[in-house]
Structures are given as C-alpha cells and as structure tokens.
C-alpha cells in the first residue's frame, strides 16, 4: 500500500521561505508523478504543483510560479517543494499527493494517493 509522509510545515513570516518534503513508501517511486495542493479551510483543495517521474516536466500553479519550486530525488523516493517570497495568502494546509502515470495532471481527481498534510502558516 502506498504512503505518502509530508513534513517541513511551520510558521514563518512573509518573504521567508521554507522546504515541504514528501516521502513515498510501499511503492516504486519512478512509476508516479507527484503533485502538490494546498487547502484552506472551508475552500476548495487547489494545485500548487506537479512534476512528472523524471523531473522531465513540471506544471505550477499561476499564483505560486517564480516563488516555489518542485523537484523529486529519486533515490531517496521524496519530492519536494521549495517554498520562496512567501505571501500571507499561501497559508494554508499543503498536501502532497501521487499519480500512477507518466502524464502531470493538476486535478484532484487524477491522483491515486494523497498524504495527511502539513500546515504552513504565513504572518504578515
């Protein structure tokens, strides 16, 4: 059964950065493509970004491009979200999530797996 684990959350104030990591067990991490969502509550789950099994393509979401960037390492079966310039409005739950295709998807739908979320919390 595959799992995904986030981890890197925190409270941080606009402008800081921080570092989502996500780790994939129980499956051959090459044979998915990787997404990121974030949710607040009492809103829909939104893309934020996706990258494709061999960092060969990468999607990001209009409101996050030039301030984050997605990436994988195989080896170690983890993607990751780096996370700059961020602005109050990126608080939020961020989820990461796993696709069983070669195809980068941004739809909630499209994903197979889903991890429990990690809290980012951006003070002004």
């Known amino acids: 059964q595959v799992q995904l684990a986030e981890s890197g959350g925190g409270l941080v104030q606009a402008g800081g950065s921080l570092r989502l990591s996500c780790v994939l067990s129980?499956?051959?991490?090459?044979?998915?493509?990787m997404g990121w969502f974030r949710q607040d509550p009492g809103k829909e789950r939104e893309f934020v970004a996706a990258?494709?099994?061999?960092?060969?393509?990468?999607l990001y979401a209009d409101s996050v491009k030039g301030r984050f960037t997605i990436s994988r390492e195989n080896a170690k079966n983890t993607a990751f979200l780096q996370m700059n310039s961020l602005k109050v409005e990126d608080t939020a739950v961020y989820y990461c999530?796993?696709?069983?295709?070669?195809?980068?998807?941004?739809?909630?739908?499209?994903?197979?797996?889903w991890g429990q979320g990690t809290q980012v919390t951006v003070s002004s």
């Open positions: 129980g499956g051959t991490f090459v044979s998915y493509g």
């Open positions: 999530a796993a696709i069983s295709s070669t195809v980068v998807v941004t739809g909630t739908e499209d994903y197979d797996y």
């Open positions: 990258i494709n099994w061999n960092g060969g393509t990468i």
